[in-house]
């Protein structure tokens, strides 16, 4: 029984994401065709923050997250505990 209740739930999270990307391709979709924010809100019944989220993204927001995180964590700099022992190194 646990682990039907497991795939229904991932089955779920799936679904919602399937649907919001499907939202987010419709408000790209509806702004290349020249509809403000407003307007693709009410097109599509969703809430204003959701479109204009959607709106002003160049990719789909989780996505663009992801490739931040992955970014940050390349680019992390060095903790200050090292730096203090560098320093210390050089101090007498």
């Given amino acids: 029984m646990p682990g039907i209740a497991i ?3 991932t089955t779920g999270k799936i ?6 990307r499907a939202l ?10 020249g509809l403000n924010i407003n307007q693709v809100r009410l097109r ?9 989220r959607f709106f002003n993204a160049d ?3 989780a996505d663009a ?3 931040l ?3 940050v964590r390349r680019t992390r700099a060095p903790s200050m505990g090292g730096r203090m022992r560098q320093l210390a190194a050089v101090v007498p």
């Fill in 7 to 9: 795939t229904e739930t």
């Fill in 15 to 20: 679904e919602k994401q399937t649907l919001r």
């Fill in 24 to 33: 987010f391709a419709e408000v790209k979709a509806l702004q290349a065709t």
């Fill in 44 to 52: 599509l019944n969703c809430h204003h923050t959701t479109a204009a």
């Fill in 59 to 61: 990719e789909y927001p």
């Fill in 65 to 67: 997250r992801q490739s």
């Fill in 69 to 71: 995180d992955r970014e």
